[in-house]
């Protein structure tokens, strides 16, 4: 049987060599790790269990004593203590380097300064100017701020429906008696 492709076409695509599929893919991936080909569906390290799978991974380890980023490539095998441990080690590390805040929005990524910082007065959180709102930011009393302003609009409405009954009632007063009859009939267009 040939490698791949059809009768007419036989360099076309190849199968997929997971042990399970052999699907004939026209389009097929060569897995970086094991260098065997994978249909779509077994193209990942995960999927097709490669035993190779770590040969080019990146891991970064974050220090929190000065939050420098430090990349592993290559040293997959070490453990993240010794890593850092080499790292305050080597005299690199400087406290004074720590990143800023940011905003705690999620997926902001804004740096809180001294020109951007806004208080929020209902939950006290600090927030960039972007969300310094209380529904932008989903503050945590805004629930409770929302319920008073959902009961200041329900006085509202009480108030406007009881001055338009009454100012129906004074129009009515000045206002010419009606015809109990209509004067024109009324015409329905379909």
Not at 61 to 81: F, L
């Amino acid at each position: 049987m040939a490698s791949g492709g059809t009768e007419a076409f036989p360099d076309l695509g190849k199968h997929c060599q997971h042990h399970h599929c052999h699907q004939l893919d026209f389009l097929p991936f060569t897995c970086q790790g094991c260098k065997l080909v994978f249909c779509l569906e077994h193209r990942s390290y995960k999927s097709h269990e490669c035993p190779k799978s770590d040969h080019n991974s990146r891991k970064v380890v974050v220090c929190e004593t000065c939050s420098m980023s430090i990349e592993t490539t290559g040293h997959v095998g070490q453990n993240e203590e010794a890593i850092l441990e080499r790292h305050h080690k080597s005299g690199n590390c400087d406290p004074s380097k720590k990143k800023k805040p940011t905003c705690p929005v999620k997926r902001c990524k804004e740096v809180l300064t001294f020109s951007n910082t806004s208080t929020c007065k209902t939950c006290h959180l600090k927030v960039c100017l972007k969300h310094r709102f209380p529904a932008v930011h989903a503050c945590s009393r805004g629930a409770s701020a929302s319920s008073s302003s959902v009961a200041n609009r329900q006085w509202n409405n009480k108030f406007l429906a009881a001055l338009t009954s009454r100012s129906e009632q004074d129009c009515a007063k000045h206002a010419a008696p009606r015809s109990t009859s209509p004067s024109t009939p009324s015409v329905k267009a379909y």
